[in-house]
């Protein structure tokens, strides 16, 4: 922390008010951080990942919504679901998980 309040201090050496040069950096630093996690999290990267993905995955919101699923997925889907004439008794099936998704991200975690 030392250093980083040195650097900020050497680059605004005109400025009387030290706290708030460091107050701006560290604002800017966590903005810039945000923008790169938006980018990891956004739509088309996790589109990208999944069609990278060779078995068949999907991604989830927050709200455990499927947002979007890779090609696998839906072939794998279509072959367990029963031939029927309408498409109608499809329009209403829920997905479900052997497990609770807290316990997968645990899972994963550990």
Known sequence: IGMLVEEIAENHPDQ?????AIRVACMR???EESME???LASI???NAILIACPSPAFALSSAKK?????????Q?????L???PGEDGRQD???ALDLNVTDIFARLDA
């Open 44 to 46: 088309r990267t996790i």
């Open 82 to 84: 029963p031939n029927a």
């Open 16 to 20: 009387g008010n030290l706290t708030s």
């Open 93 to 95: 099936l829920k997905l």
């Open 37 to 39: 996690l938006r980018k």
């Open 76 to 80: 794998l889907v279509r072959r367990q």
């Open 29 to 31: 630093g966590l903005a």
């Open 66 to 74: 499927i947002l979007t699923f890779n090609t696998s997925f839906q």
